[in-house]
Each structure stands twice: as structure tokens, then as C-alpha cells.
């Protein structure tokens, strides 16, 4: 049985019925702004974390390890017993409490040796379960290839698979296992901020009215004239014309200045799980909205004719009996007048009967229509 589902929407402009002959000027209410520290909505550039990555092995697995066809996981346990002293053909050993894993971890900014990070670890072959395993000491490499960090420990996992002979019971996804502060930091990778000339603050989302904002919010913080909005992500200040002696000063000085925040009208729709997530901002111009539902499903019923009995030559077949079933709904309207809001734009689709992945290509048609104003990000 196949099934296929069509949904419709026809944008009509801003010309409706009704409509006043005299053109006159929309007013469009801006997104309202409000205040934020400097700290939460910029970075420093140069202050960033690093990714790390390395390649090792869990052991201690209850069976549930890698299988033999998984040769890289023997061939890695072969290498390390062979460093221990223990001479053993990687094609002889057959284990089933191992299992070969990719480790990543996140270095932060300002990491010294000897500190301790949270690191991730990875099934990379046919391993059921991770469940109870313990990671050898692994190096932790940068993009660089250069040893950042070295990992090692016993894993936590988020979940569980028990059964055997296909009747098996899994939570969440036991192939991937965390351990807390199981990362040790091995090379120091902190900037100098002695070394720093000119701070130059970055702003997590590109505006430039906020990038004036917070020069002019640290201007009136320092008393001076001395920060500069370079474009609408980046804010210089000089360290020696701030007055402040070092960087580490003049960032402790302004990272809890309020700053007035333009947000952005946004809409975030995810089409895998059917959510939509708009903000109060988002105004929508004037548009008519139809729409309707067409539903075709189609059914195949295999029957089986054979000949009459004592029949020269007659066979027994199978014959497929198909029937097309075609339901098409009215289309539904919906009319929003200039400015109108996501309530009124949420309650008129519902009360048309729209689901969530209607709406998604409604807002879609609306926004190459020109009457969505905002940003239309799908994830």
C-alpha cells in the first residue's frame, strides 16, 4: 500500500479586498531591545576553545567488544601488548571485551598541564555495547598533530543493551560513553593576554546598531573616547589608550557593562521533527493564505486464480487487484492584515486544521512571498 500526501499554499499580495484607494505608509514596530551584559553577548578574539581528537581502546567489556572482523580493534590491542613486552600475532588473538574508539574532547581557553577536561569516547567498529568498559591511556591530538591532552579511565554510559539471539532490549545508545574529568591537559595553549595591544570584542550575532551600542557603552564606562565599532561583529578598544595598564584589566573593567541588544526577528523551524520555534518580533505583512489537502492512497490485493479442474495446460496464478482512492479536501483561507503577529498567524493556521510540517511550508511560501519579516533558518 503507498501512500502520498500533497499539500498546498497560495500566497495572493497585499492588495485584499476591502482595501483603502488611499496608499498610505505601513507602520512597522521595530524588534524591542533590551539589555545585556557585554560578557554574554561578546567574545575576545583570539580567547577560543580547540578540538581534540584521538584514537584508542576500551576494555573490560563484557562480551559485547568488537568481533573478530573488526581487524583494526585486534591489530591495536596487538601493538599494545607488543610495547608491554607480550609478543602475540594480531591475526591469532580473538577478544571479545574490547573495542576500538574515537575520543574527542573540547580544550577551553586558558587550559594549563595538568588540568583535568571532559572527554567523549566513540565506538568505531561493530562493538554492541560499551557498557562497563575502561579506556587505555589515549593521546589527545590537535589539527596540528601536535599532543594536547591525554585521556584514560573508566566510561559512563548513557544507556544499556541486554539480550542475546535477537531478543534484545537497547536504551538511549550504548555505543558512546563519557568520562567526567578524564582528559589530563598536556601542552598549554593559554593566550598572553600581557602581549595583548588592542582587544577586539566579537559579537556571537553580527548587528551594527548593538556593535555602536557597546562602543558607546564602554566609552561612557571608561570616561574616554576610546572604543571603535570596526564593522557590525567587531568593537577595537586599545589597551594602553583605556588607561587600565593590561588587558586582563581593562576586559575585567567592561565584561559586566550593559549593552542595549537589538534581537533579530527569527524563525527556526526543524523539518526532521516538525518544530517551529518563532519569536514575539517576528511581524508578518498582508497576505491570503490558502490552503488545502489532497490524499491519494493506493492498495494492491494479491489473489490467486487457478484453472478449472482437469484443464490441459491451464496454471495457477497470481493476479494483483489495485485500487486508487482519491480524498481532496476545500481549501481553507486565512487572511492577515499589515503587521499582523505570530498569534494570529499560529491560531489562523490551527484553526484551518494545519499540522506542524504544514506550517513549515507555509512560512516557507510566505517567506519568498516577502511577507515573512524575519530570518527563516531551517535546521
Known amino acids: 500500500m503507498g501512500f502520498l500526501r500533497w499539500c498546498g499554499a497560495v500566497l495572493l499580495g497585499a492588495s485584499l479586498s476591502g482595501a483603502s484607494a488611499t496608499p498610505r505608509a505601513a507602520t512597522v514596530v521595530p524588534p524591542d531591545a533590551h539589555m545585556a551584559r557585554l560578557g554574554d553577548v561578546m567574545t575576545v578574539k583570539g580567547v577560543r576553545d580547540n578540538l581534540l581528537m584521538g584514537y584508542g581502546l576500551v576494555v573490560g567489556l563484557n562480551g559485547t567488544g568488537d568481533r573478530q572482523q573488526t581487524i583494526f580493534s585486534m591489530q591495536t590491542l596487538a601493538n599494545i601488548l607488543r610495547k608491554?613486552?607480550?609478543?602475540?600475532?594480531?591475526?591469532?588473538?580473538?577478544?571479545?571485551n574490547v573495542g576500538a574508539v574515537f575520543v574527542t574532547a573540547n580544550l577551553p581557553p586558558f587550559a594549563r598541564p595538568g588540568e583535568k577536561i571532559d572527554v567523549n569516547c566513540a565506538s568505531a567498529g561493530d562493538a554492541k555495547s560499551l557498557q562497563g568498559g575502561v579506556l587505555l591511556m589515549t593521546p589527545l591530538y590537535g589539527s596540528d598533530g601536535v599532543v594536547y591532552a591525554v585521556a584514560q579511565g573508566p566510561l559512563t554510559i548513557a544507556g544499556y543493551s541486554v539480550g542475546t539471539r535477537g531478543n534484545v532490549t537497547e536504551l538511549n545508545h550504548p555505543t558512546t560513553g563519557r568520562i567526567p574529568g578524564g582528559?589530563?591537559?598536556?601542552?598549554?595553549?593559554?593566550?598572553?593576554?600581557?602581549?595583548?595591544?588592542?582587544?577586539?570584542?566579537?559579537?556571537?550575532?553580527?548587528d551594527f546598531v548593538t556593535a555602536e551600542n557597546a562602543a558607546d557603552a564602554i566609552n561612557k564606562t571608561l570616561g574616554k573616547s576610546v572604543a571603535t565599532a570596526v564593522d557590525g561583529r567587531r568593537?577595537?578598544?586599545?589597551?594602553?589608550?583605556?588607561?587600565?595598564?593590561?588587558?586582563?584589566?581593562?576586559?575585567?573593567k567592561i565584561e559586566d557593562v550593559e549593552v542595549r541588544v537589538n534581537p533579530k526577528a527569527r524563525v527556526v523551524v526543524n523539518?526532521?521533527?516538525?518544530?517551529?520555534?518563532?519569536?514575539?518580533?517576528?511581524?508578518?505583512?498582508?497576505?491570503?493564505?490558502m490552503h488545502g489537502n489532497l490524499a491519494i492512497q493506493i492498495t494492491t490485493v494479491f489473489q490467486v486464480s487457478q484453472p478449472a479442474a482437469l484443464s490441459p495446460g491451464g496454471q495457477t496464478v497470481v493476479v494483483p487487484q489495485t485500487t486508487v482512492e482519491?480524498?481532496?479536501?476545500?481549501?481553507?483561507?486565512?487572511?492577515?492584515?499589515?503587521?499582523?503577529?505570530?498569534?494570529?498567524?499560529v491560531n489562523g493556521l490551527q484553526s484551518i486544521g494545519a499540522t506542524a510540517r504544514d506550517i513549515i511550508a507555509i512560512l516557507e511560501a510566505?517567506?519568498?512571498?516577502?511577507?515573512?519579516?524575519?530570518?527563516l533558518e531551517v535546521i
Do not use: C, F, Y
Open 366 to 375: 510566505l517567506k519568498a512571498a516577502g511577507s515573512l519579516r524575519a530570518e
Open 271 to 289: 523539518e526532521r521533527t516538525g518544530t517551529v520555534v518563532m519569536g514575539k518580533d517576528v511581524t508578518l505583512g498582508a497576505a491570503s493564505i
Open 84 to 96: 608491554m613486552g607480550v609478543q602475540v600475532p594480531g591475526a591469532t588473538i580473538l577478544a571479545r
Open 326 to 345: 482519491t480524498n481532496e479536501e476545500a481549501a481553507k483561507r486565512v487572511e492577515l492584515k499589515e503587521g499582523a503577529t505570530v498569534e494570529e498567524l
Open 235 to 252: 568593537v577595537d578598544v586599545p589597551v594602553a589608550a583605556s588607561g587600565l595598564g593590561s588587558a586582563m584589566n581593562l576586559l575585567a
Open 183 to 206: 582528559g589530563l591537559v598536556e601542552r598549554d595553549t593559554a593566550i598572553d593576554l600581557g602581549q595583548m595591544q588592542t582587544v577586539s570584542l566579537l559579537l556571537r550575532d553580527a
